[in-house]
C-alpha cells in the first residue's frame, strides 16, 4: 500500500479514537466493525472496537471492489 494512503488511514484513525462509534460508518453483519473509506483511492479499512479498554483494532485493508475488503473482514472475525 502507498505511503500516502497509509498516512491518510493513519489520520483517521487517529480522530475515531475521540468518537470511534460512528453510526453512518456502522458494518452490517460484522459486529462492533466500522469502515473508513478513502474515497479518492477507493481503499477501505475495517475496524473493530473493543469498549472494555477503547482498542481499535484494524481487521482489513483493500480496496472496496466486489466487496472484498467486507469479506475478508468478515471471514477474519469468525
Known sequence: MDKAIQQQFAKKLKKCCENPHIPSAKLRGIKDCYKIKLR????????????????????AVGKRERSDVYNLASERMR
Open 40 to 59: 479518492a483511492s477507493g481503499f477501505r479499512l475495517v475496524y473493530q472496537v473493543i469498549d472494555a479498554q477503547l482498542i481499535i483494532a484494524v481487521v
